[in-house]
């Protein structure tokens, strides 16, 4: 099942909106920054754009002299064609579009350059969440709502610069013609129309904004959806559920549905309502000329000149009422993007860390106390230490807080009480590329990049060379395997790295820690998917790498360890026992019996 909302970035309940208006400005003010960095390229696109809208308002004036030339000659006139008026008026409409069309192209690099700043930021912003946000996330929403947010900055920019202003500049423009040379009815119809029509417009947005929201949480929810289920396609397959799987995502999809059909009707009522506004206007407007015609108080080409203009002036003011409507749902869009921005890291570094210093690498726990969350507690007071060079291993049953104390030093988390420090520095005051720069990790399941095998190992220094990789390989033991592989080291390891055994995974994840070179080494059941043959070569290469390096070396097979210079026994988050192998033995507690069970086991097996 998926998780319930509230640990991720977006509030569940987006459709609050009395937080509406005052963001937006914000998010707004938060795009100056893109257009100032191109100031030159904006100037010059809106001076493009001044040049059209003034072309777009001439188109009719000059229409009006053609008709105006035809009027007022006798019949045998007619014959004279106002050529130059012809050539004006046919290069009038083309510079309308043409300086559009320039100032799209310059201005294009505007809005493209944010979008990659935009989305880079937040990329890089997802990197610097610790490890808590990444286990809660949705994968298939978090990347629509990257997407969408993106794809919003991009068209607020276009838009509010280019469609928002000028539209309001033309409209201004209209007005001040009309009221020169006609009678200020004209000028009041228009100005009442328009009123009339931003204000139906914005209120009908308004409302509609909810369905945006509700359609878009319901499209990140199938989408997560999606995902999470093709993700887990081999256990849709071992339990047949295929069936059960697509009939919960159809439950995604009719919610989806219908969040998208009160889009669509809602749309439907908006658009109808501005055409009825609009249709009304023309009408009063053609209406009043034609009386003023037939009274003779105005020419025809005047009439022809309003006409135009009326068609002129509406079809920006239709548009500018999709712009509206768009711009809501992408400052929405924006706004869902920058949520994920100011979901503030966790863990982060402190003001005045300072680069670590491992040097050797002891490593201490001093009192370490953590839970994942505030009402569980997971780990009650572990201290230990491991000088530096030495290794410590730490056994117990699953779930005992092995990995978790792994995590811990790799500062994933940081501790609730106690501290944690390496070569004598608190770890939560030194920066985290240095730490996590000086130590390998193992890890329990891998993962791999769906990239190629060689790809995968030089993961760990990406700057390595062919001879450094093949030595990794080589240590790892993966030089016998890959020379079965018909590619090689280029063999693709498929999503998650699900087309190589999780041994051989194991060991592409111990050549790329080789590969990485770091002073301390944390073995987290690093052998526990290989069988005893492979895992007593892989456990020679590892123990050669750790006789070098700090080690923290956590085993479920208690054989794999008993070479470690201490040997830490935790139960339930405490440690109940510790010593070397011999003396644990003797003294006869939890790790004797563990010992001794665990010898039986392999008895059995080899017997077997
Ligand atoms: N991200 C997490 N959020 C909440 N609980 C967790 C998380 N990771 C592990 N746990 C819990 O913490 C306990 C210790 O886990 P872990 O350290 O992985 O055990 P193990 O000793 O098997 O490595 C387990 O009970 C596990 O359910
Ligand atoms: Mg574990």
Known sequence: MFPSNTSTPVRASAIDEDDQTRPNWRIIRSLLPYLLEYRGRVLLALMFLVVAKIANVAVPVALKYIVDHFEDRPVEALVTV????????????????????LRDAVFARVAERAMRR??????RHLHRLELGFHLSRRTGGLARDIERGTNGISFLLRFLVFNIVPTLFEIALVAVILLAVFSPVFVLTVIGAVIGYVLFSVVVTEWRTRFVREANVADNRSNTRAVDSLLNYETVKYFGNEAYEAERYDRDLAAWEAARMKNRLSLAALNSGQALIIAAAVTVMMWLAAREVAAGTMTLGDLVMINAYMIQLFIPLNFLGFVYREIRQALVNIERMFGLLQQPARVV???DARPLEADGGSIRFENVKFGYQPNRSI??????????GRKLAIVGPSGSGKSTIARLLFRFYDVDEGRITINGQDIRNVTQDSLRAAIGVVPQDTVLFNDSIAYNIRYGRTNADENAVAEAVRQAHLDGFIAQLPEGLDTRVGERGLKVSGGEKQRIAIARMLLKDP????LDEATSSLDSGAERAVLGALNEAASRRTTLAIAHRLSTVRDADRILVLEHGRVVEQGRHEELLNHGGVYAKLWEHQQHEQAADEHA
């Open 82 to 101: 106002p050529l130059a008026l012809l050539a004006a008026y046919g290069l009038l409409r083309f510079s309308a579009v043409f300086f559009g069309e």
């Open 118 to 123: 935009v989305s880079l930021e937040v990329f």
């Open 349 to 351: 570094d402190a003001p």
């Open 379 to 388: 780990l009650h007071g572990v201290s230990f230490e491991i000088p530096a």
């Open 519 to 522: 002073p301390i080494l944390v």
